[in-house]
C-alpha cells in the first residue's frame, strides 16, 4: 500500500510541472484573448469613424466594419487556440473548403452583392434619384446590397439585381440640372408652318417651369405624307413628365383651333 501512494506521488510530481505549464498557457491564452478583443473592437470602431468621415453609405459601411469584426475576431481565436495546444490547421482548411463551396453555389447572389459594394462605394446614383437601367425606369426608393428598389410611373414597385446595374449602363436623369424635353405632332403640307411655330412658342411664353437659355425652339421635319412639328424646351428634371403631358395636350388643342390638320401625336423627352 505504500508503494502505491508513493507511486501515485511521484506521478503527481511528474504531472505538476506539466499542469503548470499548461496553466500558464492557458492563462496567457486568456490574456490575450481579452487584451486582443479589446484591441478589435477599437480598431472597428476607429474604422468606422474614418469611414464616416469620407462619407461612405451606411449600409454599406455597416457591412464592411462587421465583415472586418468577424474576420479579426475568427483571427484572435484560431491565435489563442494555437497557444494553448489545439491544431488548427486542419480547421481552418475546413473553413477555407467550405467557403469555396458556398461561394460556388451562391455565385449569382455574390455578384449581386459585389454590384451592391461598388454601386454603394462609387454612387452612380442615390435614394431619390430617377434612373433608366436594364430596361427599367424609375425613381431609386432604396439600395440594398442585393438589389436596388425602383418605383415607376404607374407606381409599382421593380426590384432590380444590383449585379445588373453594376454591369450595365445606368441614365440618370437626376444627375443633370436640366433635361430637354419634345412633344412631336403631324400636320398637313399645306398647313402655315410659320404661325404654327408662333402659336406653339406661344404657349410656353410665360411658363416659370420652362428655361428660357437656352429657350424653347419649334423644328420641322419632312415626312411622305405629312410634316412632323416639334416643340422643345428645357426644364428641370422633376419637371418632364408634367411639361411633356400638359403640352402634349394645349399642341393639339391651339393648332386644331386655327384649322390644322393633324396626324397621330408622340412624345418623348431626352
Not at 479589446?38 to 462587421?66: D, Y
Not at 425652339?217 to 413628365?241: E, R, Y
Amino acid at each position: 500500500m505504500e508503494k502505491q501512494v508513493h507511486s501515485i506521488l511521484e506521478q503527481v510530481d511528474g504531472l505538476l510541472p506539466l499542469a503548470l505549464g499548461y496553466a500558464g498557457q492557458f492563462c496567457l491564452a486568456l490574456v490575450v484573448l481579452f487584451v486582443g478583443w479589446k484591441l478589435v473592437n477599437a480598431v472597428t470602431s476607429a474604422t468606422g469613424r474614418m469611414m464616416e468621415a469620407s462619407h461612405i453609405e451606411p449600409t454599406l459601411r455597416g457591412f464592411l466594419l462587421s465583415v472586418i469584426g468577424l474576420f479579426l475576431k475568427a483571427l484572435l481565436l484560431i491565435s489563442v487556440a494555437s497557444m494553448v495546444g489545439i491544431a488548427t490547421t486542419s480547421f481552418v482548411a475546413v473553413l477555407g473548403a467550405a467557403g469555396l463551396a458556398v461561394g460556388m453555389a451562391l455565385q449569382g447572389s455574390l455578384a449581386n452583392f459585389a454590384g451592391g459594394v461598388l454601386i454603394l462605394l462609387f454612387r452612380p446614383f442615390k435614394v431619390g434619384d430617377s434612373i433608366t437601367a436594364g430596361g427599367s425606369s424609375g425613381t431609386v426608393t432604396s439600395i440594398e446590397m442585393f438589389r436596388t428598389v425602383l418605383l415607376d410611373a404607374n407606381n409599382e414597385i421593380i426590384f432590380v439585381p444590383n449585379g445588373t446595374l453594376s454591369n450595365n449602363i445606368v441614365i440618370n436623369s437626376s444627375e443633370s440640372e436640366r433635361l430637354l424635353a419634345s412633344v412631336s405632332l403631324l400636320m398637313d403640307y399645306n398647313d402655315d408652318i410659320d404661325k404654327a411655330r408662333a402659336l406653339l412658342l406661344g404657349l410656353t411664353e410665360n411658363d416659370a417651369q420652362v428655361l428660357k437659355d437656352p429657350g424653347p425652339s419649334v423644328s420641322f421635319l419632312p415626312k411622305p405624307a405629312n410634316i412632323q412639328v416639334t416643340l422643345g424646351f428645357w426644364c428641370a428634371p422633376g419637371a418632364v413628365s408634367g411639361l411633356v403631358a400638359k403640352y402634349s395636350e394645349s399642341s393639339i388643342k391651339v393648332l386644331q383651333k386655327e384649322g390644322y390638320r393633324l396626324g397621330v401625336t408622340a412624345r418623348s423627352a431626352a
